[in-house]
């Protein structure tokens, strides 16, 4: 493992990431987290929900446990007399026209009906495949391909559709010189934020993951690819975050230890609250990096130097 890259490390939630702190707010935000039904996705839409986002779009593919989810986190907004509405859709992430359909009907619903100019502020890339227990090669070729399809694939329907009213506007010129056809970026004073849920698995080699290791790096280091075509934007309204959520203890993750473990698990808050604290003003120098939960924000922001003078700092790269 990196050593990190703060001295203070955190396992659950403190001050500076809190979303009781008005610099951290989300109102009027409307927010759509993948997986958000249970774990660390639900945790983020508690997280942006008492920031006073104004909507928390749920993706789940389960119908029961999506209208559970959805029931508790609006009950405990009205319990907690916040402002966030909590609008669930039913989607597989897997399917493309599922997805650009879903982020059709939220714009509409944002918009009255119609078209206009309200959009989702916050995409959270959340939902994952989670494989693990053979050796690299006694995994069938179907279990890479399984990941591959949601933490991939699935990821990317996402992110095209949430950015499917700028992405005419991304330029590119080709090894070839083949140079895009554009169309005006449509002009907002909203920034876009693309939230990714990574993991910090590629940093150490864990035996018997390795579809989850590959597939995860490979939708994060896309994303590093887009953030350096969206940084020939005239003016860049798009930031990306990809960071660690720490070790959290969900469904999933409890299946890959032995019971009776003990394991040093961090509380769902730290994602949670981390997350909201990514999506606010004094987290933009860290756009189009990757980070760990457990660093303290108020060492990071000292750091604000190195990420501006080092394109390649906290990033997935070789230095050498």
């Known amino acids: 493992m990196a050593r990190p890259l703060t001295n203070v490390l955190h396992h659950t939630t403190y001050p500076s990431i809190s979303p009781a702190d008005p610099s951290n707010s989300a109102a009027g935000k409307t927010v759509v987290i993948s997986g958000g039904t249970g774990g660390i996705g639900y945790g983020i839409a508690q997280g942006f929900s008492a920031a006073g986002a104004a909507n928390v779009v749920v993706l789940a ?88 399809e949601t933490n991939v694939i699935g990821n ?20 070839k010189g083949e140079t895009k056809i554009t169309w005006p970026l449509r002009q907002s004073d909203r920034t876009k934020i693309v939230l990714d849920v990574s993991t910090s698995a590629w940093l150490v080699d864990i035996p018997g993951q390795a579809p989850y290791v590959a597939s995860k790096l490979a939708f994060t280091r896309a994303l590093r690819t887009l953030h350096s075509e969206l940084s020939q934007l005239d003016t860049t309204p798009i930031r990306i975050h990809s960071f660690h959520p720490g070790l959290i203890q969900t469904p999933g993750t409890s299946t890959l230890v032995k019971e009776g473990s003990d394991v040093p698990w961090d509380d769902v808050s730290l994602p949670s609250h981390f997350a909201v604290w990514l999506a606010s003003s004094a987290a933009a120098f860290t756009n189009g990096r990757f980070v760990m939960s457990s660093w303290d924000v108020d060492e990071l922001m000292a750091k604000c130097a190195d990420f501006e003078n080092d394109p390649a700092f906290c990033s997935i790269s070789l230095k050498s």
């Open 61 to 148: 593919r389960r119908q029961g446990a999506l209208d559970e989810a959805a029931e508790r986190l609006a009950d405990e907004n009205t319990a907690a007399h916040r402002v966030t509405k909590v609008w669930p859709y039913l989607l597989d992430i897997r399917d493309p026209e599922a997805t650009d359909r879903v982020f059709s009907a939220v714009r509409q619903r944002l918009n009255g009906g119609g078209p206009g100019e309200n959009d989702v502020d916050i995409l959270v890339a959340n939902a994952a495949a989670l494989t693990q227990g053979k050796t690299a090669l006694d995994f069938e070729i179907e279990a890479y391909r399984d990941a591959f």
């Open 156 to 175: 990317l329907n996402l992110v095209r559709a949430f950015l499917a009213p700028e992405a005419p506007a991304i330029p590119l010129t080709n090894l």
